[in-house]
């Protein structure tokens, strides 16, 4: 899949999850904000087909840990 380098503000604390996140999950930032993006895009039904498949092939345990993360932000 083709990559496109785009910049986007978040907040401080938003980028500290996902930077822990990536690195419990053995992955850059940017790939696992790739797939968080992607996960949201398919739950709110703006996904693709690709996407879905994508998304059911995602570990349960991270999935599971970043609700978790969620659940304890607030």
């Known amino acids: 899949m083709a990559k496109r380098k785009v910049t986007y503000s978040l907040d401080a604390h938003t980028v500290s999850l996902a930077e822990k996140a990536a690195a419990r999950a053995g ?3 940017s790939v696992w904000l790739d797939r968080a ?3 949201e895009a398919v739950r709110t039904g703006t996904g693709t087909r690709v996407a879905v498949l994508t998304d059911a ?3 349960e345990r991270e999935r599971a ?5 969620l659940h304890a932000t607030g």
């Not at 840990?65 to 993360?69: F, L, Q, R, S």
């Open 27 to 29: 992955l850059s930032t």
């Open 37 to 39: 993006a992607r996960r």
């Open 57 to 59: 092939r995602l570990d």
């Open 65 to 69: 840990a970043g609700e978790a993360d």
